[in-house]
Structure formats: C-alpha cells, structure tokens
RNA sequence: GGGCAAGUGGCGGAAUGGUAUACGCGGUAGUCUCAAAAACUACUGGUCGCAAGGCCGUGUGGGUUCGACUCCCACUUUGCCCACCA
C-alpha cells in the first residue's frame, strides 16, 4: 500500500458533511439520559467576518464538550448570533447597507465560517436576536418586568453619547468615556426606561457565593455591585431644611469642616438665596458633566485635579461641637451614589483634601498619624490610628472600634445605618433604530400600557431612514404607520414607543431559547427547560463580567420570581478564557493586526489551527498569536498521520502487544531463546505506562481547561511511540514493527477533541484496515444512549467522538525501578536507582546512597545530623 | 487612587514544597540530495574546564524550612479591570 497523504482540505469537507448527516451532535433533547449543556458566549457579527479570537474561544470551549460526549454525556452546543445592536448598526452604516440586509449577508458570513471550525454545533437549533420568533420574547420579557412593576419610563440625568447619538447605561460607560467609540459621555436629563435592578443588588451579590465562577468575574462582580454600610448623617442648616450625608467613616465625624452638595442635587433649586456665582455655576454644570477629562485623569494625581466648586453662601451646624460648617457646592460629589452630599474631612480623604486645599477651607486632624504631611499640606492620611481631638472618642483606635462609634452616633440619634450600593438601575432604552422595539404604548388618558402579550411581537419595520438623529428621539418617531396605534386599555388614539431596546437585553436570556427553538407557544419548552436548563456548563471572555454576565442572573432572577423558572442562576459554573493577542498587543481593526481565521484554516486545516490555538498558553490566560508556531503544530499533526499510516500499511504477523507477551506465562520450550522479543516486550511495557500517563493526565488536565498542556502530554505520548517503533524495528530494510492497535485507539482518542477532524479520519482508516470489505455503508453508528460502543480490545464502527473517554489504570504507572535523588544539606549531589521488586527498606536505602561514590566524597568523614528520607522521591543528609 | 493577575532560557510556556526550564518555536551540526526544500537524528540556561566535574541561575531584598519558582513579609516592574463610590 503506498502511504496516503494528510489532506486536511479534503478531510475537513468529508466530515463537516458526514457528521451533518448522520447528525451525531445533535442530542435527543427529550429523551436524554445525562444532558449536558456546553455553551459558549454567542456573537455579534458586526464586522468582516468571525474573529480569531472567536475560533479561540469557541474552540476551548467545544474541547471541553467534546470531552464530556466522549465520558457519556449527551452534550448539546448551540450556536447563535447577537446580532441586534449598535455594533451592527454602525457597521451597515458605514458601508452604506440597511441593516437588515446586511444581516442577512452577515449571517450567511458567520454560519459558513462557524461551520469551518470544526466544533460540535448542533446546527438544528440555531437563533438570531433580530429573528421576530425570538424577539418577540424579548418583548414578552420586558412586558412581564413592567407588569411586575420593575421597568418604569423616568426621568433621569443619563448617559449620553453625542457620536453614538444615544444613551448608554452605567456598565457602558468606561472612564466617562462610550465604550464603544471613545467619544467623551454627557450627562443629560431625558426620559428614560430603567429595569430596576437594584431591587436585586443584594441578592445578586448574595448568590455569588453559590455558584462556581471563575473567581476574577466574581471580584468584579462584587465590586461593581458594590456594597458598602455607612452611616447616614444628618447636619441642621440655615437653608430652611437639614441636610443627609451619607458616610461609611464617621470615625472622622469630629473632623469635617465643611459640607459639599452636587450640583445636581435637587435641594439647590428650592433653596431662594444662592448666591449670583452659585447659580451660574449650577447651571453650568446642568449641561455637561464637567467630570473626567479622559487619559489626562488616569495620570494626574488627586491634588491636580480639576475639582471645582462655588460657595453656596450657607451653612451647616456641626451636630456634636455646634461649629459652623461652610456648604460648598462642587462637582466632584456625584448626585447617583449615597445622598448627593458629602460631609467635608479634608484631613482623611484625598479628594476632600483637594478640595480644602484648592479653596483653602480649614483642615482638622482627627486620627493620629506618625507622618506630617497632613500639617504641610501634603495629602491626607486614610490609615489607621488613634482618634484624637475628637471629644469623648479620645483613644479609641481605628478601625478595629469603627463599630462603637457607629453605635455611638445611631444611639445618640445623630444618624442612621444605611447600604449603599454602586449598582444604578439598568437603562434599557436606546435612540437608534436596530434593536428590538420597546412594546409599550403612550396613552394620554391611560399613561403607558404594556402591548398585550397576544399582539406581540412588535415588528421592527424595513424603514429607510434609519440613521440615528441626535435629537434624543430614536428614528422610528418619523415613521407615522409605526407610531399611530390604539391604547390598548381604552381603544383611542396612542402612540408607540420608538426608543429600542438595548442589545444586553436579547443577550441575558438566549440561553433559555436554545432548547426550544423552534417551540411558538411559549417563551421555552417548559419540560425541555426543566431538563437541561440551568446550563451545565459556560465558557466567555472576562470582559462581560459586569454586563452580560450580570443582566443574565438579574433576569434569571426575575423569571424566577414569576415562577417561569425553576432556578434562579443561570450558570452556576462560568470560567473566563483569556484574551487572545497578536504579537503582544491587543487586536483591533485600529491597528489594523486582527487576525481572519479563513486563511489559517485554509493553509492548514482546522485541527491546526484549533490546537495551536489551545497550545498557545493556559486556556484561562490566552496567549499570543504569532504565524511561527502553527507550523510546528501542522508537523505535529503530519507527524501523526504518517505514524498511524505506516502503522496501517504492516501486515498483521508482525503484529503482537509486548506487554501480554511479556507477561503471558511462555510455554517452555517455545522461543525461550528470542532475546529480542523479552526486550521490546520490556520496553512495551514502559509503552503501556507511557500510555497510562498519558490519559491520566490528560483527562485532569481537560477537567481543568489546561489545554496547552495536555496538548504536550499527547506530544510526548506519540515522542515515546515513535521512539519504541524505532527502538524495535528493523534497520535494513526499513521494516516498522507494528503496535498492538490499542496504543494508536489511544492516541485517536486523546487527539480526538482537538483535532476532531485528522481523528476521524484516521479512526476510519483504522476500522477499514481492521474489517476489510465489510459494513461499509453503516459505519456512523446512531448515538448510542447505553453508553457502551465498544473498548479498546474491540472493533467498533462508530464515529471516534462518541467512543468512551479513555481510561487508565495507577497500577500501569508503577515502575520497576525509581530513581531517588540524593542530595547533602539540600543541594543536589547524585541519584540512586531502587529495584521495586527487592522491597528495600529505607535503612537500606540509606546505606546504598552513602556507598555511592558521588555521595560518599561529601560526607566522608562528617557527621550526619539528620537524615530526610521522602520515599521513593529524594534522600537528604543534614551534616 | 482601588481591585485582580503575573514576573522562569533567544521566544510561547512547564513544574504549587522535593532532579527548574516538560512540550513546542527558534538556533547549531549531521543524514538524505547534484542542490535546495521537506523529513529524520543529535545538541541547545550561563560560566569555568581538554575532560571528569565545579560554580551560578526562576524580578529585587529579607524570612520560614533538611530543602523554596512554589509558602510568608517588604519592594519593584508589567498587564488587565474599575475609578471623584464619600
């Protein structure tokens, strides 16, 4: 037979075909036995094309699922594309397409490409956010959060983008900054829809402890909800009505010297004499948030920042000494967090430092510090210490006794315990036009009604002029067919809704839907549902820690609550991948470096660029992308190929599993004689060990996501392979010896998650060799629930990627002979080798080493103080 | 300013208390070839030495331990996330 050539281009097809056909990724959804939900974060097919980064983490995340189908899993893996948003939007604007042909185009783009890349997509059941089957239960979700009295139209000082002509919700704003074009965010007072999430900040901090996550999403989590107890304060003023404070250090209560107010706050426009300067600048700072100034910020410190502010020409009255306090308004206390007002400690808090020492207001120290710089103006001290000056808290030490001066002040009646939280409500609304319509209805008489459930969904119309218009109005307002409606209380003259809604919201139940594609009744198959929902398992960038990740559990929650859902985590296990970068900087189409997949996967098939990808580094760290070591890794694969086809070529006498020969009791008489088969029946044996190894730590190394190394331990299984065909063939004539067929059904097996494609193949070819002429036709078996398709020691005519997972046996590890590492007072001085089988005792062990030459010139003539002997592994003495 | 992660060969990385640099890339030499490519084989942390072998070596300084890349303390650098959160 002449030796067949690694066409990866011709592999691939046959199999994206084959497995298509015989459908064998696609789980029996009702009568599943162990379900198994593999997810992956769905994308949003904005741009060229699918992204390398993509193909990264799709292909992580498919190893582990392939992984679980192999150990008996009926895995499910849905794809789907999130295609609502401005990401899209702006992309068909810029070439100059309607967004929804270019999704179309787009979707036809990113299912050919999803279709290369050789995961276990079951492709029956796939779904687009801008399909009016799924989004007409986006639009139910959002009725059932109204009707639950958690969406509410208000008005609010918002996020707003003047590039990306919308608002923008907190987790979208980085740094004062769009998240998505960069342009500086300002603030304005529009009408808005929130969902009220912080009616669930506790409970969504709460449940973090339950479920198992990458702990990185959970810090950022938990941070961004952030939680935090005070005090809250109240000072009496001469402005007609007190004023609250909110503050989580009233250790330094004794310390404030002045009051700021947010410009914003609300108390300023009731309050009749402000001074002329006063009013202005309040304004003033309506219009714009004067805030940040975008990188200048990261670099300048607290003292050099541009913090301003206005003497209201009032003042507070200190409730414990009775001093006056000055009221400063100022813009760097913000009206969303706490009260909207700040008691002033310019002594222990950097920014109230800044302010006192801009405007020169009085400074007050109250803890002890060894450090002068609060006297010299230098900063503020935040440490801990002593409190002084601070009347009967003399002495009391901070922080440990915070909590007495908490109880102090709530039982003196100068204040309250509060929490506070960072969370602000979710601002759902967006002014553009490619997103799902909000499916609410402006009545005068009746106010805002929800679109009856049996009237949804609210299609988005094919309208022309769909480009954004900045006036704080979405496009749809122009399109009169759309807007002229009836209430749906009173019947009379209403108006739709034109804002859209924000494309976090098709994202944070997606999967819900996946199971039940193509089930029109309901929102999900609610016996589906309760059979593989909560997702089993759930793989995604970091970077959706604070907002995908977060809105799913929220309206997860919510679901729960109305009793439509049974759970109320929607992922109990998360792990983040890494980023994935290019030549050690972030890809982006700025610099121009992204990387399209098509050509890699072209030049080299798939499986390579699927294991180079996931060799790369740590699953969980990402790695870099650099064109030099996927060559390598196409060898690698090539490597295999030709060892399991030359394998395939041997004619069966020469055939013969050195371990059962060596350890088969031989007949006497027969071949006693034949050194060289008692040889490689030795080293078969460490073969077999190798092998062992191999799947043991493989298997953990999966379990973990360490893919980059398990991908080495297959390396150096077939290393030790190719080392025993050369070690026992003979030389002339270049005749191979041929291994006992579980050794390469092992190395198929390890291989098959990565390289899904070259397995197969070769898995095939296999079978072939072994059957000739026979079952020809029906070789992919239909998946087969009962779980056992065969063992190593049998043929089997199923697909290689629904064989049972490898397993190993600890007692093939176990060597003959170990070595053990002598060292004197720690440094490494020389190894002996044990013999397992004569059962030395460590006295013994001892006394060989000291016999040893290398050993021996050490400690000759010393005294040994101690001996540390850790068995089996290294030998210590202590002179 | 806060939080998190990480500093190991020429490079990506491995080793989580016990032989540092597995695996791969790159490099050097060789085999094959008229030649090249491919493939295969050997070597590849630094340094001294003809060699045997020695010494040094995981960002820096200290500590714990018979023994530290690994644990503790301080410093430092880099990356990521967040940031006027009172």
């Known amino acids: ?491 009379g003259q209403a108006d739709r809704e034109t804002d859209v809604c924000d494309t976090f919201l098709d994202s944070s139940w997606y999967f819900l839907r996946y199971p039940s594609v193509g089930f029109d009744t309901f929102i999900f198959d609610e016996k589906i549902t309760r059979k593989w929902l909560p997702v089993t398992s759930y793989i995604g960038g970091a970077e959706h820690s604070v907002l995908h990740l977060l809105y799913s559990r929220f309206i997860t929650k919510v679901l729960f609550d109305l009793k439509f859902l049974d759970f109320y985590e929607p992922f109990p296990k998360f792990r983040a991948h890494g980023l994935l970068i290019k030549d050690g900087g972030k890809m982006s189409k700025s610099k121009g470096n992204v990387v399209n997949p098509d050509e890699y996967i072209e030049k080299f098939g798939a499986d390579t660029l699927r294991c180079y990808l996931m060799f790369l580094g740590p699953f969980s760290e990402g790695g870099d992308f650099r064109d030099s070591g996927i060559e390598g890794m196409h060898r690698f694969l090539k490597r295999v190929w030709v060892l399991v086809d030359n394998q395939l070529d041997l004619k069966s006498d020469k055939e013969f599993d050195p371990v059962r020969s060596s350890l088969a009791k031989v007949p006497k008489g027969t071949r006693v004689s034949d050194t060289s088969e008692t040889s490689n029946g030795i080293e078969a044996k460490e073969l077999n060990r190798e092998m062992n190894r191999a799947v043991k730590e493989i298997t953990s190394d999966l379990e973990n996501l360490r893919y980059n190394t398990a991908i080495a331990h297959i390396m150096e299984y077939v290393n030790e392979m190719s080392k025993f065909i050369r070690s026992t063939s003979s030389g002339q004539e270049r005749q191979k010896s041929k291994l006992h067929h579980k050794y390469i059904k092992t190395l198929l097996l390890l291989l098959a998650p990565f390289a899904p494609f070259l397995a197969e193949e070769l898995w095939e070819m296999l079978q072939v060799s072994k059957v000739p002429k026979v079952s020809k036709g029906k070789r992919l078996a239909p998946p087969d629930t009962s779980g056992t398709l065969g063992t190593l020691d049998t043929l089997d005519t199923s697909s290689v990627h629904l064989h049972p997972w490898p397993s190993f046996d600890d007692n093939e590890l176990i060597e003959e002979n170990f070595v053990i590492v002598v060292q004197v007072n720690g440094k490494l001085r020389g190894s002996i080798t044990i013999d397992r089988k004569q059962l030395t005792s460590d006295k013994a062990v001892e006394e060989k080493a000291k016999v040893n030459p290398k050993i021996s010139k050490y400690i000759e003539g010393k005294q040994i103080k101690r001996v540390i002997y850790v068995k089996g592994k290294i030998l210590n003495f202590v002179i």
């Open 1 to 491: 037979m002449k030796p067949s050539k690694f066409d990866h281009k011709t592999i691939e097809a046959k199999w994206r075909d084959r497995w298509e056909k015989e459908k064998i990724y696609q789980p029996d959804l009702e009568n599943a036995k162990k379900p198994f939900y593999n997810l992956m974060m769905f994308p949003y097919p904005s741009a060229e094309g699918l992204h390398v980064g993509n193909v990264y983490a799709f292909t992580g995340a498919d190893v582990y699922g392939r992984f679980k189908r192999m150990e008996g899993n009926d895995v499910f893996e849905p794809i789907g594309l999130d295609g609502f948003g401005i990401h899209s939007e702006n992309y068909a604007l810029k070439i100059g397409k309607h967004p929804m042909d270019q999704a179309k185009i787009s979707e036809k783009n990113f299912y050919r490409q999803l279709h290369m890349i050789g995961n276990s997509f079951d492709w029956s059941k796939t779904l687009e956010t801008y399909d009016p089957d799924y989004y007409k239960w986006t639009q139910w979700i959002f009725v059932k959060l109204f009707k639950a009295g958690l969406a509410e139209k208000r008005k609010a000082p918002v996020n707003w983008c003047s590039s990306c002509k919308t608002v923008l919700a907190d987790e979208q704003v980085i740094s004062g900054e769009c998240e998505r074009c960069g342009s500086k965010v300002e603030t304005k007072e529009l009408e808005q829809w929130f969902f009220k999430i912080t009616d669930y900040a506790e409970r969504l901090l709460q449940d973090l402890k339950k479920i198992d996550w990458s702990e990185k999403v959970v810090v950022a989590q938990r941070n961004w909800i952030g939680k935090s107890e005070g005090l809250v304060l109240n000072f009496d003023t001469d402005m007609g009505s007190p004023v609250e404070v909110f503050t989580t250090r009233p250790d330094t209560f004794h310390g404030v010297t002045f009051i700021a107010i947010s410009p914003h706050h609300p108390l300023l426009n009731s309050v009749k004499s402000l001074s002329k300067d006063a009013l202005e600048y309040v304004e003033k700072s309506k219009v714009i948030r004067s805030t940040s100034s975008g990188q200048e910020n990261q670099k300048s410190k607290m003292e050099e920042k541009k913090v301003t502010g206005v003497f209201s020409g009032h003042y507070a009255i200190h409730p414990i000494t009775k001093k006056k306090l000055p009221i400063w308004i100022a813009d760097y206390v913000l009206m969303d967090y706490g009260t909207g007002i700040v008691m002033g400690v310019p002594a222990h808090d950097l920014r109230d430092f800044a302010f006192a020492k801009k405007y020169r207001l009085p400074i007050r120290e109250v803890i002890q510090s060894s450090k002068f710089k609060v006297q010299s103006l230098e900063e503020a001290y935040e440490g801990a210490g002593k409190l002084i000056n601070s009347g009967e808290w003399n002495g009391w030490e901070m922080p440990s006794e915070l909590e007495k001066v908490f109880d102090w002040l709530e039982e003196k009646g100068f204040g309250k315990r509060k929490t506070n939280y960072h969370l602000r409500d979710w601002l759902i609304s967006r002014q553009r036009y490619w997103g799902v319509p909000i499916p609410m209805v402006y009545c005068k008489k009746d106010g805002w009604q929800s679109v009856p459930e049996s009237d949804l969904p609210v299609l988005l119309p094919y309208f022309k002029d769909f480009k954004p218009l900045g006036t704080g109005v979405a496009p749809l307002a122009q399109d009169e067919e759309f807007v002229k409606t009836k209430c749906p209380k009173c019947g």
